[in-house]
Each structure stands twice: as C-alpha cells, then as structure tokens.
C-alpha cells in the first residue's frame, strides 16, 4: 500500500512539474510589443456572420453604432474587433475575435468606461488570469459567467459606484485613448522591470520573475475559465445561447498563428535556464530513490544518450531543438523537421541507445581482461549502466526508443494498432512495477496511460482521413482536412489547445513517409540484430 501511495504521489508531482514547466517556458518566450487599435471601414466580409449573434445580445443591452478595429494585440498577433458604444450608460463593449478561436468562446467581449480622472473601468469575462502585472489607472474585473447581461451588470456596478460619471466620448477619440492605455500598461512593464530588452521589432520577453508570476496566475484561475468554458458549451448545447458556428478556414489561420509563435526560436539563455530548470528537478526526484554516486552515473549515461539523438537531428536537418530532463524518468531532445523519412526518423532513434550501449560493452569488455581486485568500483558500475539502460531502452515498448521504433515501421499508418500497442506498454510496465517492486516503472506505466485519451481520438480522427488523397495538396489542404476530419468524428466540442495538438498528431502522421517494404523489412532487421544481440552479449558476460 506504501508503494502504491508512493507511485501516484510521484505521478502527481510528475504531472504537475512538467504542466508548471511547460507553462512557465511557454510564458518566458512569448514576445510583447506595442498593440494596435486602428478603425476600419467594415469588417471582412468572411468574419461578419461570427460577430452576428453577440452583436445582437449586444444591441439588446442597448449597445449601437459598431466600428470595425484592427487591432494588433500585445504579443503582435493581428486580429479583427468590433466597438459598439451604449450612449446612456457612457460605455463601449469591445468585440474582439481571439486569435485563438475557441468554439466555446470564439469572440471575447470586455466592457470599457473612461472616468474623468483618466482611469479606465474594465470588466473581462475569462481572462483576468492572462494579464501580466497590473495596468495602471485601471479598475479590472473578470465576472468568469457564461451570461453577458451579468458581465454587463457587473460592469455598471462597478461603473456607478465610482465617484465620477463616466466621460462620453466619440468612437475614434475612445480607440485613441484606449491605444495611450496600452502603452502606458507595457512602459509600466518595461519600467518594473518584468520586460527585458528590446529584440526585434522592439519585442520584448518577460525576465524569469515575471513568467514565475504569469504561471502562477494562470495555474489559479485556469479552473474558473475551464468551468466557464463548460457552461457555454452546456448552455449552446442546449439552445440558450446562440452556436457561433466557426469556419473551418478560421480554425486554420489559428493553427498557424499558434504553431508560428510556438516555432519561435529559443535563444541559448532560454536553454540554459530549461537544462538548468529540469536538472535541479531531476537531481532532487532521484536523491529520494537512489543514492549521489548512481545519480552522477545516470547523469552522464543520460548525456551522452541524448547527445546521440540530438547530433543525428542537427545531422538529418532537425531545427529549434531543446533538451531538458524530466524527474523521475530520465531526459529528452526535440526537434522539428516537417516530412522527415523513415530512414531518417530511425536514424535519430537509434543515435540515442546505440553510442552508449557500444560503449558499455566495451567498458565491459575491457574490463574483462584485468583483475577484479584493481576494477574501481564505479567504472564497473558505469559500463553495466550504460548496457542495461540503453538496452532496456531499445525493448518494443512505447515511448521506450525501441516502442517508437516499432511504431514508425509498423503502426504509422494503422493509428488503432498502435492505441492497443500503446495500451500493451501500459499493462507490461504496469506488471514490472508490481512484480518489481519498482515505483519507476509505474511512473511510466501512468504517464503513457494518461495519453491514451489522445492517442484514442487520433485513432478516431485518422480514420476519418484518407492519407494518400492528402499527398496531393499543400500545407494548408492537409491542415483543412484534419480540421474536418475531426468535426465528422464528433469532435467539435475540443478545446483549441487539444485541437492542435491532434492535427499537429495527424501532421505527422499523414505526411509521414511510407517506406517501401524492402526498407522497412531490412530497418526491422538492424533493430532485431541490435535489441537481440545486445541481450544476448549481456547474458553471456553476466
């Protein structure tokens, strides 16, 4: 029982330190710059029918004469608006078009009233934990409700309980003044010292403090604006609000600008902080497991592991790699090459295990030849480490080298295969913690496990595709149609983040080389000789 607990304990805080991880370095490279608020003759013609249906909620809440904006937010992505002025409440509601979209909340609304004084009286509805630091002369509010008559309410509360009446301005006057905002709110960043220095463009990144504080809001009310996200969608599922119906088109633009700001490159501070980050981390998980001496061990055969995954990538014209480790499991190496082969995919597999497993027998082998009496004790261990773990690591098991091995030959292009391949992993490492006694494996055995849900819908999703009619389209037919796909497989409903990383899945998937069965039969044969022989050799020498 004391195992058990140990092992969901460590799930957990796996779980929540690559989440905590993952948000934070996703905040830290995110550029700010200058936003834009520029009006505009009308809106495109394709973007009309998503303003309809909060326009008319609006107009009912006595809201008139809408004004298309341009507006460039504070991360530079560009994107449409629409203003519309309540003349007796002296107040404008922004309509603004996420860059994001989400088909729960596709058009964000935030309510405005400037006082005499110059402060500005803003009420949000789901984003208050996104803002990094306080905007000056502002009174922010975040009502998190799924009804707009009660961020409104909200709104003229907060409006009427202030000293001065709200100022009455034109539309054009109001877009200026909203613009000197801004800019007041991002020198109020610059001077408090959460902005570095000005890159390109005048970009600026947020330093580590600033980051840490951003995650740390968001982590907090990420539960109030899920719950909201499940109340709109309840409520449209059930006809109280209208459903904005979302091109397939607009879901596309917002695949790219999302995948181009993830494609953004790390600078080498960005890495040095992400290798120094997860090696504390991963230092402090395995001190409680295993003694300092086996941890510097497992640190260099863990290097030199990665370092062949990440020369085979650099070799096979991999960009925007990262590497970092992961506590409790070992490390890890990204990389991005849009239609790698088959051959080059197993090339950057086998890099990893096949360096340090050779050299491990040769350690071995060396050693063989001299007395036991004079073998340091650590050299020995060392050679037996780097056997059994590159060798363990080449075994058919996902996400094991040797798994995803198995997987590029076979279950690429069979995605309900390898759903059951991977549900195999989780019952074989599942048995091993047990049998073994051995938290590590159940760390691993529930971290695949979480993913099956995914790997269930990409299984779903693909099926719906047909691979060989997307080899005839560009990029963005191949994007279309994963979109599309995953509507006729029910999966409308999906967050925008779980959405991109299923057709990112699919992507890869789809485009995916099918190599021909002479090379995949001779690339199944070099894994045998290898997985194979390097038993083989290891039973015999011990």
């Not at 409440?89 to 309510?111: H, M, R």
Request: glycine share 8%; with cysteine.
């Amino acid at each position: 029982m004391e195992r058990l607990l140990l092992l969901a304990a460590a799930l957990y805080l796996l779980c929540f330190l690559l989440r905590t991880a993952l948000i934070f370095f996703n905040f830290w490279v995110v550029p700010f710059q200058r936003p834009r608020f520029t009006a505009q003759e009308k809106l495109p013609e394709t973007l009309a029918p998503l303003f309809q249906a909060p326009q008319e909620r609006l107009n009912a809440l006595g809201f008139a004469e809408p004004q298309p904006v341009l507006v460039t937010n504070v991360i530079g992505q560009p994107g449409w608006a629409l203003l519309l002025r309540h003349e007796a409440g002296a107040a404008y509601a922004l309509l603004e078009l996420k860059p994001a979209i989400d088909v729960a909340l596709p058009i964000g609304v935030t309510f405005y009233s400037l006082l005499p004084s110059g402060s500005f009286v803003e009420t949000l509805n789901g984003e208050q934990h996104l803002i990094l630091g306080e905007i000056p002369d502002s009174i922010l509010q975040d009502g998190y409700t799924p009804e707009l008559s009660a961020q409104w309410q909200l709104h003229r509360e907060t409006v009427a309980a202030q000293t001065e009446d709200a100022l009455r301005l034109a539309p054009h006057t109001f877009l200026e003044k909203v613009q000197d905002h801004y800019d007041a709110y991002l020198q109020r960043l610059i001077d408090g010292k959460r902005l570095g220095g000005a890159g390109e463009a005048g970009r600026r990144h947020p330093t580590a403090t600033a980051a840490l504080e951003m995650t740390v809001k968001y982590m907090r009310g990420g539960a109030k604006a899920n719950k909201l996200r499940r109340r709109l969608l309840a409520n449209a599922r059930q006809g109280e609000i209208t459903r904005i119906e979302i091109p397939v088109e607009m879901e596309v633009q917002s695949f790219h600008a999302l995948r181009n700001l993830q494609r953004r490159k790390l600078g080498r501070q960005w890495k040095i902080w992400l290798v120094g980050v997860t090696l504390v981390l991963f230092i402090i998980s395995f001190l409680q497991l295993v003694e300092p001496q086996i941890v510097l061990i497992l640190l260099g055969v863990l290097l030199l592991h990665e370092a062949g995954h990440w020369l085979a990538m650099r070799a096979t014209g991999h960009k925007n790699q990262s590497f970092f480790f992961i506590p409790f499991l070992g490390a890890a190496v990204t990389g991005e090459k849009s239609q790698a082969t088959s051959l080059e995919q197993m090339v950057v597999l086998l890099a990893g295990p096949v360096p340090g497993l050779a050299l491990g027998l040769g350690i071995q082998w060396w050693l063989s030849w001299g007395s036991p009496s004079s073998i340091p004790f650590w050299l020995s261990l060392t050679g037996v480490m780097l056997i059994v773990i590159n060798l363990l690591n080449l075994l058919p098991l996902y996400p094991l080298d040797g798994g995803q091995i198995v997987n590029l030959l076979f279950f690429t292009r069979r995605p309900y295969a390898d759903f059951v391949f991977k549900l195999a992993a989780v019952a074989a490492f599942a048995a091993a913690a047990l049998w073994l006694r051995e938290v590590i494996l159940g760390v691993v055995a529930g971290w695949v496990l979480l993913g099956m849900r995914s790997s269930f819908r990409l299984a779903r999703v693909f099926s719906q595709i047909d691979p060989a009619r997307l080899q005839d389209v560009d990029e963005n037919g191949r994007i279309h149609a994963c979109f599309q796909a995953l509507r006729d497989a029910g999966y409308t409903d999906l967050s925008f983040g779980n959405k991109f990383h299923l057709v990112k899945a699919l992507l890869n998937r789809s485009w995916n080389e099918s190599a021909a069965r002479g090379q995949r039969l001779l690339l199944a044969g070099i894994y045998l000789v290898l997985l194979v022989g390097g038993f083989a050799f290891f039973t015999t020498a011990f």
